[in-house]
């Protein structure tokens, strides 16, 4: 699977568990099957925010290459310079607020 199918599936499923907070907030099980996917789009934004990897520049290349007619990208390409962001930030969130959570459930 690829890295970046794999971010936005863990991305729907912290969002998921995001608005089930309640029912999460008491489920230890829960809590640590929601901590996992927001570690993993922490780390994920990291990675794309220092590595070799420039989605913004990758998908304007391939947006180029399958419409040669087009001049200019659409206004969704915008969101592909701040993913990385986003992640790093809606990860550091849902991150501390699992592990806040599971640190009083063990209290």
Sequence with gaps: ????ILSLICLIL?????????FVKN?????????LPSIY????????T?????LYEDGS???FI???KEKELPIVFILLKFYQYILIIIGAVFSYLF???LRNKKD
């Design 1 to 4: 699977m690829n890295p970046l």
């Design 14 to 22: 912290v969002a998921a568990s995001g608005n089930f907070l309640s």
């Design 27 to 35: 489920n230890k099980t829960a809590l640590y099957l929601s901590l």
């Design 41 to 48: 789009i922490f780390i994920y934004g990291f990675y794309l």
């Design 50 to 54: 220092l590595g070799p990897i420039d």
């Design 61 to 63: 290349k391939n947006f």
């Design 66 to 68: 399958r419409n040669p």
């Design 99 to 101: 592990i806040k959570y």
